[in-house]
């Protein structure tokens, strides 16, 4: 793939001999034992767990002592009358305190838990919702004011098409003052706290944009034009773009107008503030901080935060100097609750806590982060929906064995859950796990490399989730010993190119890692297209075993790495099944500085000479004989064993790589190869199906994907 990437992380492993139904009961066992070291029925060894019981209601009140019949008003009450509890030594180290929770809390500030909030693997500290509707903790407001627009101003701005059905809500009326402003965002930024957004029937509406949704104008030339890495035409950003288009030239005011582009490639995008637009040219210039990329003719982009571009159902304005919030409802505007984004930081913060149990709520409508989980340890989200935020649903950062447990992570500014944890010098694990989780639309503002699942550094499992409807990954790994098994995943990279719906590359030490038994189907892509399971770039050493790629451009891609194990894999109707390159071995500077420079220096920062990746990973010391040669690292001891394709293309290999870097054996393409009933979903092979036959053993989708426990019926 022709193109500059940020680095991105990767991992291998060898090869666990147990068949798949062992495997499988080994996950179950290990999250049946995750599971009830936080139970709030039993202790350490089974006994029955003392417990003290809390009670907080919406209706409730605070000088209340918290009891079923005169609970608390607020969770902050009863968190802090636990920790007095606890300091006066009223509540004993062997008696776990529960919090039981109903209604609906507005926050204005978040809810944080502390180390002095821990409680112990035995009698952890918990919080659970007490009624079949899940408690509602929000960082929102609700908009209880509309009316028909009035203002003679903004009505000369609406279009036509949108005049009588437009509403307007005086948000100082309400109390909010604070609005937020639009951020540059996207590719290669930080995350930052996004603008106040609607909510409006739990779904996010859309800041007004030209063109709509789904549309883009293309850019026609630029201001500066400047040479790039490959030595093509291309715009410097600070220069300015040109455009073809007569829309802008009803606009009256552009004062506080944006755009969101991908500006120089399809896996790339950011949201920029305009500085100037002469819309008699169709040329725009922008403000600084500026993308990471140059601009090229024929990218994509639109406007935002336009009024006169109020002009569609589901779309919003506001106007900050006013105060006033514009709405065109999808539906009648008094049918729906209406909620605004108000809290800036993450709804519910645990910050160095240990051992907490956070049960069935819904948690929503922030700015930030709807969790914020830093250098916890022991602490798990079950059965909870996160929904509606401004930047990731669940942010897991640093700490150990922290768990997300059968929750739904939607509607999202960013990724939805991101998990870092474990030493990668070291090889330490940091054993987060995210099981049987629902996550889907995420990535509203930065659409490209905030994933479904995001997982950093070493020893961190994803299983049995459902991930779909996102711009870019499903699931993003960087590091070692990472475990990504028995998740579906489809309908991703829909608005991005040149991307994988399972993501890692750039470094030679991401190793022991597994993409195990995972049914990857109905990938989007645009421009350069998609790949199920992309390993880009001159990553190595991946297990790829037990899984059903379906309807995916490529389906596994070998971007010029090495040791892989691809086995026992099911392809139907992939164009190419697996396909393999050379890139780490092509003479241009761009591929050769990559190798030579970025991912030799990333061999020397993890010591790969030394225990524990000497020892642990030896294989990765055969790229030496190369860099002294200095011809660059060409792909090799690749196993492709055991898989079967239907339908499509087999296997390519090109672009430097030669046919021997590859072991392909018993492996069998063929158009019917047997399965029960691949039009229901049944991929398991008839009896005599020849690949079983040659060693192939046989994939059960019942395993993959969501599964009933008792959160999730």
């Known amino acids: 793939m022709m193109k500059l990437k940020a680095a991105r992380k990767t991992r291998s492993n060898c090869l666990d001999q147990r068949s798949e139904t062992m495997r ?59 920790r007095e509890l606890r300091k006066t030594g009223t509540l004993s180290s062997d008696t776990a305190p529960v919090v039981h929770v109903s209604g609906r809390f507005e926050m204005k500030s978040s809810l944080k838990f502390t180390k002095e909030d821990s409680g112990t693997p035995g009698q952890p500290l918990i919080f659970r919702s007490t009624q079949k509707e899940k408690a509602v ?55 930052s706290t996004a603008h106040m957004e609607l909510f409006f029937g739990n779904m996010p509406m859309t800041l007004s944009r030209y063109p709509n949704e789904g549309k883009y104008l293309k850019l026609t030339g630029y201001g500066k034009a400047i040479k790039d890495e490959w030595k093509a035409e291309t715009g410097d950003l600070s220069g300015g773009f040109y455009y073809a288009d007569e829309r802008p030239k009803s606009w009256k005011a552009t004062n506080d107008l944006w755009v969101h582009g991908f500006w120089s490639w399809d896996w790339a995008n950011s949201v920029e503030h305009v500085e100037s637009i002469d819309s008699e040219k169709g040329f725009v210039k922008n403000y600084p901080p500026y993308g990471l990329y140059n601009m090229r003719k024929g990218q994509r982009f639109f406007f935002l ?72 340890r022991n602490i798990t989200l079950a059965g909870c929906e996160v929904r509606n935020v401004g930047n990731r649903g669940i942010n897991v950062n640093g700490g150990t064995e922290n768990r997300i447990i059968s929750s739904d992570v939607y509607n999202t500014g960013d ?58 990954n499903a699931i993003l790994f960087n590091g070692n010993e990472m475990t990504i098994e028995y998740n579906e995943i489809h309908n991703v990279c829909l608005e991005t190119g040149d991307v994988g719906a399972v993501y890692t590359g750039r470094d030679y030490t991401f190793r022991g890692n597994k993409i195990n038994y995972n049914f990857i189907h109905d990938i989007g892509g645009v421009g350069m297209g998609s790949m199920g399971i992309y390993m880009d770039d001159c990553v190595s050493g991946t297990e790829i075993r037990g899984n059903i790629l379906k309807n995916s451009t ?23 099944a697996i396909q393999i ?133």
Request: neutral net charge.
């Open 554 to 576: 490529r389906a596994v891609f070998l971007g010029g790495g090495r040791d892989f194990k691809v086995e026992n894999n099911i392809f139907i109707n992939c164009k190419p």
């Open 137 to 191: 903790i929000t960082g929102g407001k609700k908009i209880t004011n509309f009316k028909p627009v009035t203002d003679e101003t903004a009505l000369s701005r609406l279009r036509p098409e949108a005049k009588g059905k437009v509403f307007q809500s005086d948000l100082k009326e309400l109390g909010i003052s604070d609005f937020g402003t639009l951020s540059s965002r996207g590719f290669g930024r930080k995350i």
């Open 415 to 472: 990724g939805g859950i991101s998990l870092e944890g474990g030493d990668r010098k070291t090889l330490v694990p940091g054993n987060h796990l995210v099981h049987n989780c629902h996550i889907h639309h995420m990535g509203r503002w930065s659409k490209c490399y905030q994933a479904g699942i995001s997982m950093t550094g070493v020893g961190l499992t994803a299983t049995n989730n459902l991930i779909h409807d996102g711009p870019h």
């Open 305 to 376: 935060n336009v009024l006169e571009e109020l002009d569609v159902p589901g779309e919003f304005y506001v106007d900050r100097e006013k105060g006033m919030l514009y709405f065109y409802p999808p539906s009648p505007v008094d049918k729906s609750e209406a909620l605004v984004s108000i809290l800036k930081e993450p709804v519910i913060s645990f910050d160095h806590p240990e051992n907490i149990l956070f049960e069935n709520f819904v948690i929503e409508c922030g700015r930030s982060h709807g969790v914020d989980i830093i250098k916890g």
């Open 581 to 713: 390159d050379g890139r780490g071995i092509d003479k241009n500077p761009v591929w050769s500085n990559m190798v030579n420079k970025h991912m030799k220096d990333r061999l020397k920062e993890m010591n790969h000479h030394n225990p524990p990746y000497s020892t642990r990973y030896p294989e990765i010391a055969t790229v030496d004989k190369y860099y002294e040669a200095g011809n660059g690292v060409p792909p090799e001891n690749i196993t492709i064993k055991n898989n079967i394709c239907s339908g499509g293309v087999w296997l390519k290999i090109e672009w430097n790589a030669k046919p021997e870097c590859a072991k392909v054996a018993d492996n069998t393409v063929s158009a019917d190869p047997g399965f029960i009933d691949a039009e229901k979903g049944d991929y398991l092979l008839k009896d005599d199906a020849p690949a079983l036959k040659t060693g192939f053993k046989q994939i059960s989708v019942s395993k993959i994907g969501l599964q009933k426990d008792k959160y999730r019926k």
């Open 24 to 82: 499988y009961a080994a996950t179950i066992f290990m999250l049946l034992f995750l599971s009830s070291c936080t139970s709030p029925e039993t202790g350490k060894k089974g006994e029955t767990m003392k417990s003290m019981e809390l009670f907080v209601s919406e209706t409730g009140n605070d000088k209340n002592p918290g009891t079923s019949e005169k609970p608390f008003a607020t969770l902050e009450k009863a968190r802090d009358k636990i």
